[in-house]
């Protein structure tokens, strides 16, 4: 499947602090959805990006998805000590039996110190 | 509103063992589901998809098989367990080519 190259592999910041991440991929994917996992949960769903170039809010994160659809980004503003975990950027791709998986990126982990 | 499940949530079983997890999903008809398995906390990938009943697809050669028996039931099963399948499992469900929405995880140790 199509590789996602995501970068930092890992974080470590004061609170308070703005994050950035990103994601890039060598094919083109039609949706972009980025995802935080807690410890020993599974993903829970932060963003979902459906168009070239659409720039996505909600709460104090951003997110845009690249107007070639091989990459984007994920912005968190002031960050707060809850913000600690996985983020993991995946791209939406049909499937051979008519059906669409996601290919993730292998997740950046965001540390905040209070 | 639909919500996911899965279990058991934890899991130790020793190597050779047969392995059944299950995963349903609730206030949704015909979902499209997925099982996913994510080792070291790390780097989730695919290992099967139904989009109905009883229709399975496999994204990469393993010892798992996948089955649904129900609209809303897909579970995960192997006949020996070998070490390595050790991991955290994760079931999704997706409607048609929406996003993906995932369950709360099965961690799996194989000993």
């Known amino acids: 499947g199509q590789q996602l190259n995501q970068s930092p592999q890992s974080m470590f910041i004061q609170e308070g602090e703005d994050v950035s991440m990103n994601c890039t991929s060598s094919?083109?994917?039609?949706?972009w959805l980025w995802y935080k996992q807690d410890p020993g949960e599974g993903p829970v769903l932060l963003i979902a990006l459906y168009k070239a170039g659409e720039l996505t809010s909600n709460g104090r994160l951003t997110a845009q998805f690249g107007i070639t659809r091989k990459d984007s980004f994920l912005n968190i503003s002031a960050s707060i000590p809850s913000d600690v975990g996985i983020y993991f950027c995946?791209?939406?791709?049909?499937?051979?039996?008519?059906?669409?998986?996601?290919?993730f990126g292998k997740g950046t982990s965001l540390l905040v110190t209070p | 509103s639909q919500t996911i499940h899965q279990w058991p949530a934890t899991l130790v079983q020793p190597v050779g063992s047969p392995l059944s997890l299950e995963c349903t999903v609730e206030g949704t008809s015909n979902p499209n589901l997925y099982w996913y398995r994510q080792a070291a906390g790390r780097g989730l990938q695919l290992l099967f998809y139904?989009?109905?009943?009883?229709?399975i697809s496999s994204e990469v050669p393993q010892n798992l098989s996948a089955s649904r028996p129900q609209d809303r039931q897909f579970i995960l099963s192997s006949k020996k367990l070998l070490l390595s399948d050790s991991g955290f499992y994760l079931c999704?469900?997706?409607?048609?080519?929406?996003?993906?929405?995932f369950g709360p995880g099965t961690r799996l140790t194989v000993l």
């Open positions: 999704a469900w997706s409607v048609s080519s929406d996003t993906q929405y």
């Open positions: 094919s083109i994917f039609n949706t």
């Open positions: 139904s989009v109905g009943i009883g229709q």
């Open positions: 995946a791209g939406l791709h049909s499937t051979s039996n008519s059906g669409y998986a996601l290919n």
